[in-house]
């Protein structure tokens, strides 16, 4: 059955998560929030194929009780042009397979729900529609065996309440400020809380909140907040690893972004420090499960899987690279991991030799398995796809 997990080489939209069913070699990672008119689109990865889904969903009521329901309609799986534009290639299926596919899919679509949540409402709170063969075909989680769970009644209300509390206290929070002060507030809120597609109504208008400033005047502005408050990360860096003082810090910030007060200055520093001390304890999470499940592989396995992190997403991560050494030696020789290491770049090199073809994916992963006997399946997919990723 289908999960929530990590996914360190998700994007932006996607927040690093996916939803994932292992026995079935099924993924389904949100690509990005705005195909058409506010609509979705998935990537739907099942063993070898891969399979563009584009959605858009809309509020409803159930017939018969009136309970308040999301629809989620599927309006193209496989190739699309919402996929051609996001760059997404579609493997070309059976029929029998994509009738799978699109039931694969809709049990996917209803986990995720709107953001990851689908498993917290009640059975039959999502709704997936499909039209197939010029049937109508509605799926909700007992469809595919799902309990679900039980939201409070007036969840939707509270969420709105609450939604409309924090726009409310940012806007609260720019009155009485210095015009760069509160714009730089404004900036801030916007970039928090309404910088996916899914949270876009929680966004605020600074032309309607400052309706006495030229356009010109307020798009400087705009831009200066925008990128002191992009730059938070690295002054938090800085504050955390570098050793430089917070003065330091406040200075610089002037310099690269000026004409705001020392408390703006002040609270994008504690901003970034926080977030950054965030991101580390998430990654940190993830680095004890991958280590934990390297440990308990077999040698080309767990050696694998922690140098493909070390190239391929190391250098994004705040913690760094995984010392193999040091977390294998206790398992393994030094001679036996120096090997195993070797064995498992020129996998990675391998695959990274190829790019994405349909109608040669089985023979690609059957030549690496065969030029480099030992990996399991998983490590010559993942090779591989690393090697797609580079040569689109």
Request: charged share 25%; proline share 3%; net charge negative.
């Amino acid at each position: 059955m289908f999960t929530v997990e990590a996914y360190p080489d998700g994007n932006i939209y996607g927040g690093r998560r996916c939803i994932v069913d292992h026995d079935r070699q099924a993924r389904l990672e949100l690509v990005n929030g705005s195909a058409q008119s506010g609509g979705d689109l998935f990537l739907l990865t099942w063993q070898d194929r891969s399979i563009p889904v584009v959605t858009f969903s809309q509020d409803a009521a159930d017939r018969d009780s009136g309970e308040h329901q999301i629809h989620v309609h599927i309006r193209a799986l496989g190739e699309s042009r919402y996929a051609k534009n996001s760059h997404v290639k579609a493997t070309t299926l059976s029929d029998a397979d994509r009738f799978l596919a699109r039931r694969l899919a809709a049990e996917a679509l209803l986990v995720f729900g709107s953001w990851f949540d689908g498993l917290t409402f009640q059975d039959a709170h999502y709704v997936v529609k499909d039209s197939v063969d010029g049937d109508d075909l509605s799926y909700t989680l007992s469809s595919f065996g799902y309990s679900g769970a039980s939201r409070p009644p007036n969840y939707h209300s509270r969420l709105e309440w609450t939604e409309q509390s924090i726009c409310r206290q940012a806007v609260e929070e720019a009155w009485g400020l210095d015009v760069p002060d509160a714009v730089f507030v404004i900036v801030l809120h916007n970039r928090r809380r309404a910088l996916l597609a899914h949270n876009k109504h929680m966004k605020l208008s600074l032309p309607e909140l400052f309706p006495t400033l030229e356009v010109a005047e307020l798009e400087d502005l705009e831009t200066r907040a925008d990128r002191l408050a992009s730059e938070a990360s690295r002054y938090g860096h800085a504050h955390l690893d570098d050793a430089e003082s917070i003065e330091s810090i406040l200075t610089r910030m002037e310099v690269d972004a000026p004409g705001f007060s020392r408390d703006t200055y002040r609270r994008t520093l504690a901003y970034g420090t926080l977030m950054i001390m965030g991101n580390r304890d998430v990654e940190r999470q993830y680095r004890e499960k991958l280590i934990q499940t390297a440990r308990s592989e077999s040698l080309l396995d767990g050696v694998f899987a922690l140098l493909y992190f070390n190239r391929r997403h190391s250098k994004s991560q705040f913690l760094g690279a995984i010392p193999i050494h040091d977390t294998l030696g206790r398992v393994h020789s030094r001679e036996e991991l120096d090997d195993a290491m070797a064995r498992a770049g020129k996998l990675i090199q391998d695959g990274g030799r190829y790019a994405w073809t349909p109608e040669e994916t089985d023979q690609q992963v059957e030549r690496l398995t065969a030029d480099h006997p030992g990996f399991s399946v998983r490590c010559v997919h993942d090779a591989l796809d690393w090697g797609y990723q580079q040569n689109r």
